[in-house]
């Protein structure tokens, strides 16, 4: 068994929405009418909830997917499938609701995928299986990187792009959580100061805040399915693109390579083999640097008084970054 890694001990933004089979099947009817046979809350995930359905009458079962974090989510992430279909591997949305009249979320009913998480299948250590998962992982993320906008930014309810404000800049985003108290009472002065340093002295490793590829922005085995295909771990589903963002696939990268370190070494290589075209030779450093983008943001909106485990990974994370940072620069 690996040491913990890839999030599987972060505490939920919030608690799961209960609901009864009498409200999933109220929830249902404007859809249709088939009788709930089973109701059962899916653990995974830090946010929204989710159950899945079974029916008496053998139709296939449905995820019951409730947004509690933030009510436009609905709309991007149902915008992003639309775009995803025959495209990547995504479940079908069946039905959408927003008016909150029967619960007071959004919610989807979304195609059930057949499949395991990626994430379970690392943690058993099976290096063979662990390959597998990680270049399909990679194909798939080289196929995302070729889904190209005209500007990078965040997406709205009807799929356009806000540009990225001043503020929201990389470089300038960074270095203003790094002043933030938050972030501060996480770090030590050390740590701080390296990062300042490395990021004002390497900012030309970040992306160009011009180039605008589909980015997952949760892209890691947490939110990835897979099941054996002729003998061989396939992605099935990618999920929860409700933060998806038109920036740069380095922001992926970053994160499905945050926890690298920690993991037996095929898990990188075969990522990056899958991965296939063409990378830039600083690809680790600016990869590296756009997960610590994310890294603060995390430290920023998760103190350690709500959700301690979480945070001290996190903190874990951003140190052992800086740290090797320091080496691979040097090689540059």
Avoid at 227 to 253: C, H, P, Q
Wanted: aromatic share 10%; proline share 5%.
């Amino acid at each position: 068994m690996i040491q913990p890694a890839l999030k599987q001990n972060w505490e939920r933004f919030s608690q799961p929405v209960e609901i009864t089979a009498y409200q999933a099947q109220e929830l249902l009817e404007p859809w249709k009418s088939y009788p709930i046979q089973t109701l059962e809350l899916l653990s995974d995930g830090c946010a929204n909830t989710n159950y899945k359905l079974t029916f008496k009458n053998g139709t296939a079962p449905l995820v019951l997917r409730l947004y509690t974090r933030e009510k436009s989510a609905l709309a991007r992430e149902h915008g992003i499938h639309e775009l995803l279909k025959n495209k990547l591997p995504v479940p079908s949305f069946f039905y959408t609701n927003n008016d909150c009249e029967l619960i007071p979320h959004p919610y989807a009913l979304i195609e059930w995928i057949d499949g395991i998480s990626m994430r379970n299948v690392i943690l058993t250590g099976d290096e063979k299986a662990i390959g597998e998962c990680t270049f399909s992982a990679g194909v798939h993320l080289n196929q995302l990187r070729q889904i190209k906008f005209s500007k990078g930014g965040f997406f709205q309810s009807d799929m356009s792009i806000r540009p990225f404000d001043e503020n929201e800049k990389y470089l300038d985003f960074c270095l203003e959580k790094l002043q933030d108290e938050k972030v501060r009472k996480c770090l030590t002065s050390t740590t701080l100061n390296d990062l300042k340093a490395i990021l004002t002295n390497h900012s030309h490793l970040l992306p160009d805040i011009n180039e605008a590829n589909l980015t997952h922005a949760d892209f890691d085995p947490a939110n990835m399915l897979v099941r054996k295909i002729n003998n061989r771990f396939e992605v099935v589903a990618i999920l929860d693109w409700e933060f998806s963002f038109a920036g740069s696939y380095l922001f992926d990268m970053g994160m499905m390579l945050r926890y690298a370190h920690k993991l037996p070494k095929t898990y990188e290589e075969s990522f990056i083999q899958g991965l296939s075209s063409p990378l830039p030779s600083t690809w680790r450093q600016s990869a590296k640097l756009t997960d610590l983008l994310c890294l603060l943001n995390l430290l920023y909106y998760n103190s350690y008084e709500e959700r301690p485990l979480m945070n001290r990974d996190v903190v874990g994370l951003v140190e052992h970054t800086a740290t090797l940072f320091r080496k691979i620069v040097s090689t540059i």
